[in-house]
């Protein structure tokens, strides 16, 4: 599949058939996602990937009591949490090679552990798109994160950015339709300065 068209289709789905996926696809959509960007190569992601179905049974349940299940989600075959971990960012700055004199977390202006494991998030749903699936990225509320962790054995140094649910569009289903539309991309744009537009003639 052509990149643009990749880009282009990728839409979050919220519905799914329940046919397993091949172990090539899966494998693919895990290794995609170790590609993302990674500061300093620090690598402080990780990914917890549920494809039993007892394994999946146990997140879904564990999110029950701060978030709706909704059966149409549930019937994904695969559910992957990405994970960050903090610590692994301010340790690999605190090496000789990065100057760094210690792990002084106010040095960083953003939170590069969780926008490089967001990066690798998106990594997997356009290698859903491409590989003919559908996905669909998703929260996990503060009040389950510790069930959620005990339930899988998450160490505390690892923080789920939220989850994927990621499968075979369910084919019946209506496509659910945005509240609000997305607006066009020269909206967004701003070229030069502030508000400046391209030259387009």
Known sequence: MEFTDVVSGR?????????????????????????????????GYAFLALEAADERAAFWQALAPARPVVSSVTTAPLIVVPLSSKDAYLDRYAKPDKGWPDRDETRWQVPYWHVDTGMAALLMLLTAVDEGLGGLFFGIPGPVLDDFRAAFGVPAEYAPVGALALGYP????????????????????????????????
């Open 11 to 43: 839409r979050m789905v919220r519905a799914f058939a329940p046919e397993p996926l091949p172990a090539d696809a899966v494998r693919r959509l895990l290794r995609n996602a170790t590609r993302a960007p990674s500061a300093g190569n620090s690598q």
């Open 170 to 201: 369910d084919p019946d289903a209506r496509p659910s339709r945005p509240s609000q539309p997305r607006r066009p991309w020269q909206e967004l744009v701003h070229h030069g300065r502030w508000g400046g537009q391209p030259d387009l003639s």
